[in-house]
T-cell receptor
Framework: AQKITQTQPGMFVQEKEAVTLDCTYD???????LFWYKQPSSGEMIFLIY??????QNATEGRYSLNFQKARKSANLVISASQLGDSAMYFC?????????????FGSGTRLLVRP | ETGVTQTPRHLVMGMTNKKSLKCEQH?????MYWYKQSAKKPLELMFV???????ENNSVPSRFSPECPNSSHLFLHLHTLQPEDSALYLC?????????????FGAGTRLSVL
């Protein structure tokens, strides 16, 4: 069975500093995708970044980068130069090639608060 | 502007009411999904449609009835709900089903059942 673990229920970061949100996963699938989503208090789940299991390089999207360590089964999200608008819930998710359920498996999330 | 639009954004209904949630995607995607997000629980997949055909139903009670008239629209018909059905209902779409396909979500409908 696939599983996503986010061990940080809440985090604080000072504005303009970088922050790392942890995510570890467990799967027996040979191929899989890892995703990060942001959910502000408004409720919308906003896609941030994707990493494929066979991608050689870590994914980057603007201020977001994914620190992918396959052997350790971790996919941490790094947000550089934090902004007040980054305050939200962040979810790590995965989906496997052999998973016939079509669903994204989500972690429990990390609430990030950016301090001015 | 989001590519996935959900209406209404908020809904309050009694246990005997019948209501419908609507989702529309403007991304040209072929797959659409309904998820339920309850407080302090991970997202739960409810239904999956591919090209208007239902391909997954995760043991959802029959008081939830999905409808996909075309690849751009998805509905969730609600009837005789229970208070524990109060949650945020999120619609998502993806181009295809492959594991690498990104699912794009709408803003959700926050449902309260009284």
């Amino acid at each position: 069975a696939q599983k996503i673990t986010q061990t940080q229920p809440g985090m604080f970061v000072q504005e303009k500093e970088a922050v790392t949100l942890d995510c570890t996963y467990d799967t027996s699938d040979p191929s899989y995708g890892l995703f990060w989503y942001k959910q502000p208090s408004s409720g919308e789940m906003i896609f941030l970044i994707y990493q494929g299991s066979y991608d050689q390089q870590n994914a980057t999207e603007g201020r977001y980068s994914l620190n992918f360590q396959k052997a350790r089964k971790s996919a941490n999200l790094v947000i550089s130069a934090s902004q007040l608008g980054d305050s939200a819930m962040y979810f790590c998710a995965m989906r496997g090639l052999l998973d016939s359920s079509y669903k994204l498996i989500f972690g429990s999330g990390t609430r990030l608060l950016v301090r001015p | 502007e989001t590519g996935v639009t959900q209406t209404p954004r908020h809904l309050v209904m009694g246990m005997t009411n019948k209501k419908s949630l609507k989702c529309e995607q403007h991304l040209g995607h072929n797959a659409m999904y309904w998820y339920k997000q309850s407080a302090k629980k991970p997202l739960e997949l409810m239904f999956v449609y591919s090209l208007e055909e239902r391909v997954e139903n995760n043991s959802v009670p029959s008081r939830f009835s999905p409808e996909c008239p075309n690849s751009s629209h998805l509905f969730l018909h609600l009837h005789t709900l229970q208070p524990e059905d109060s949650a945020l209902y999120l619609c998502a779409s993806s181009l295809h089903f492959g594991y690498e396909n990104i699912q794009y979500f709408g803003a959700g409908t926050r449902l309260s059942v009284l």
